[in-house]
């Protein structure tokens, strides 16, 4: 007697089998029919909502072979926990720590140029700075870095951290960095002439940062090279920073120099 498997679908017709792939925070995907990418921030029965880099949420059914993951078919499938699923790690990419409180503010700072670097230091690191008791401050400018220096009388116990645009050898950042040798302070930087730099073409839906000529503000030169609108340029920038929901969206230029200062301030 023969057995005979009664699937009489002819082999070249079948499907090839596919990973099931738990819908775990943060995981990126993009879901086949409509191309719709983004991350799992909340898995329920039968659904996945993701969240793209603009912001925008979407809530898809979990169905066999209805998203891709790295380019390849995949099948989502509930978290083990069967629990709505919640974020693990925080916008820097660390793990969370629900419920912390935020520590003390410690006597050692990280200071930045501007309002903007402020804001998106806050955007990327805040969770992770309120649970150490880093204080970000900006200094509108690094002309005065030394007398600031100075001002702050860093030690062992109130470390500074100073994070730079445009570090690269030559500038006038640099010559002005060079002035601050106290053991106490490390001044790091970026070599973007501004912070707006080293958020990726990628998460703005543009294909690179436009060049703008030497004498022309260089915020206004990329508006009006972009078609944005430049007599408002904290509107610009505010726009900027919504579309900012993690390190992925960040130049990895910004990201090792704001980690080396975190980890200068809070050293034992």
Same mark, same amino acid.
């Given at each position: ?17 596919? #990973?099931? $792939?738990?819908?775990? #925070? %943060? ?12 991350? $799992? ?8 909502? =993701?969240?793209? *880099? ?31 699923? /919640? #974020?693990? /790690? ?7 720590? #629900?419920?912390? *409180?935020? +520590? ?25 700075? *309120?649970?150490?008791?880093? $204080? ?23 470390? =500074? ?22 053991? &106490? ?8 002439? %501004?912070?707006?730099?080293? $958020?990726?073409?990628?998460? =703005?839906?543009? /294909?690179?940062?436009? +060049? ?36 992925? &969206? ?12 975190? %980890? ?5």
């Amino acid at each position: 007697m023969r057995s005979y498997n009664p699937d009489l679908t002819p082999p070249w017709k079948k499907s090839a089998p596919v #990973p099931e $792939v738990p819908a775990d #925070p %943060d995981l990126v995907v993009e879901e086949v029919t409509t191309g719709f990418c983004g991350a $799992v921030i909340r898995c329920e029965a039968g659904t996945v909502t =993701l969240e793209d *880099r603009f912001g925008k949420h979407r809530v898809f059914p979990l169905e066999p072979r209805g998203f891709l993951l790295e380019g390849k078919v995949v099948t989502l499938v509930r978290p083990a926990s069967g629990g709505p699923v /919640r #974020p693990t /790690r925080t916008a820097s990419g660390s793990i969370a720590v #629900p419920g912390a *409180r935020a +520590r003390v503010a410690r006597a050692g700072r990280i200071y930045v140029e501007g309002r903007h670097d402020a804001e998106l230091v806050e955007r990327v690191w805040g969770d992770d700075l *309120r649970i150490e008791g880093v $204080v970000v401050e900006y200094l509108e400018g690094v002309d005065d870095l030394p007398a600031i220096v100075a001002e702050f009388a860093p030690g062992p116990d109130a470390r =500074l951290g100073v994070l730079v645009d445009h570090l690269v050898p030559g500038s006038k950042e640099s010559r002005i960095a060079a002035q601050v040798t106290s053991p &106490d302070v490390l001044v790091v930087g970026h070599p973007y002439i %501004d912070v707006w730099e080293a $958020v990726k073409p990628s998460s =703005l839906g543009i /294909r690179a940062w436009p +060049r703008v000529p030497r004498g022309q503000d260089w915020k206004t030169g990329v508006c009006q090279a972009l078609g944005w609108p430049s007599d408002n340029t904290g509107a610009v920038w505010q726009a900027i920073l919504k579309r900012v929901h993690s390190y992925r &969206d960040l130049e990895p230029e910004l990201l090792g120099a704001v980690e080396h200062l975190i %980890d200068h301030v809070t050293a034992p």
